[in-house]
Nanobody
Framework: QVHLVESGGGLVQPGGSLRLSCAAS????????MGWYRQAPGKERELVAV???????????NYADSVKGRFTISRDIAKNTVYLQMNSLKPEDTAVYYC?????????WGQGTQVTVSA
């Protein structure tokens, strides 16, 4: 089992930046991968970015086409924390952002953090 705590959401103007953090309650090397998903009102939850974290795997990342070149996912092994750096934010990036941890048998979610991009 793993508990995830997200932080860093808020209100930002178009073109601005935010950094989201997700702290895991267990050693990141025991988790297959961690990622960020988002859900806008009236829409399904979608993948934003994912990064592998298990000690036996080479670090790889994957991004939704809509955020490539603007968002960067990274990890801090010592802090068991994954970050999502979001630059050049657009109004269509407005959503609740959820952190996810993928273990062998189960998948766990954080409580979500609101990101609003508006002038």
């Amino acid at each position: 089992q793993v508990h995830l705590v997200e932080s860093g959401g808020g209100l930002v103007q178009p073109g601005g930046s935010l950094r989201l953090s997700c702290a895991a309650s267990r050693n990141m090397f025991t988790i297959n991968a961690m990622g960020w998903y988002r859900q806008a009102p009236g829409k399904e939850r979608e993948l934003v970015a994912v990064i592998t974290t298990r000690i036996t795997s080479r670090e790889t990342t994957n991004y939704a086409d809509s955020v490539k070149g603007r968002f960067t996912i990274s990890r801090d092994i010592a802090k068991n924390t994954v970050y999502l750096q979001m630059n050049s934010l657009k109004p269509e990036d407005t959503a609740v952002y959820y952190c996810n941890a993928d273990l062998v048998a189960n998948s766990y979610w954080g409580q979500g953090t609101q990101v609003t991009v508006s002038a």
